[in-house]
T-cell receptor
């Protein structure tokens, strides 16, 4: 039972470098999400994909791009990393609106 | 602006105690309220509530939603050290966005 799988688990980047966080789910869910979690801020939505072929901005999209590659995979790209993007990133998926979302194990990203 | 507020921010109890965690929400077109437990890593799903006044129960954990007063509570009875975690609540609305509170950090002492 893999559920939602994220890679990598840890990453250190230098300011200005780029990277892509990968996420895949095997639950045949329609909707996928990227959140960041910072101390005292809770989980904040970066981007989401309601269904294959669609993506939309969340609460904090600046500095990020996403791709819904197929129904299973949803990637998050940082084009030019900044220290303010140091955070723990979670991918999640759900059957649709209003239903429970299931989370991946997270990626701890540090930008120096 | 949609928001979810949890209280208390943190709580320290002894094993065997009963705790009540609070979650209030102001969300346009509210649909459901979800509770998650977060230990070191990913939030894990506990409950989803959509109807007012109907208690959801799983072992020592239970939760209820009051749609008139716009809040939910999560009760944990006979707490154990394994219950130590951050408990998150989230509300869903007419969009695909889950609005999370900042969580309640529970520490259970042996």
């Amino acid at each position: 039972n893999a559920g939602v799988t994220q890679t990598p688990k840890f990453q250190v980047l230098k300011t200005g470098q780029s990277m892509t966080l990968q996420c895949a789910q095997d639950m045949n869910h329609n909707s996928m999400y990227w959140y960041r979690q910072d101390p005292g801020m809770g989980l904040r939505l970066i981007y989401y994909s309601a269904s294959e072929g669609t993506t939309d901005k969340g609460e904090v999209p600046n500095g990020y791009n996403v791709s819904r590659l197929n129904k299973r995979e949803f990637s998050l790209r940082l084009e030019s990393a900044a220290p303010s993007q140091t955070s723990v990133y979670f991918c999640a998926s759900s059957v649709g609106r209003y239903t429970e979302a299931f989370f991946g194990q997270g990626t701890r990203l540090t930008v120096v | 602006e949609d928001k979810v507020v949890q209280s208390p921010l943190s709580l320290v109890v002894h094993e065997g105690d009963t705790v009540t965690l609070n979650c209030s929400y102001e969300v346009t077109n509210f649909r459901s309220l979800l509770w998650y437990k977060q230990e070191k890593k990913a939030p894990t799903f506990l409950f989803m509530l959509t109807s007012s006044g109907i208690e959801k129960k799983s072992g020592r954990l239970s939760s209820i939603l009051d749609k008139k007063e716009l809040f939910s509570i999560l009760n944990i009875t006979a707490t154990q050290t394994g219950d130590s975690a951050v408990y998150l609540c989230a509300a869903t609305s007419g969009t695909y966005k889950y609005i999370f509170g900042t969580g309640t950090r529970l520490k259970v002492l042996a």
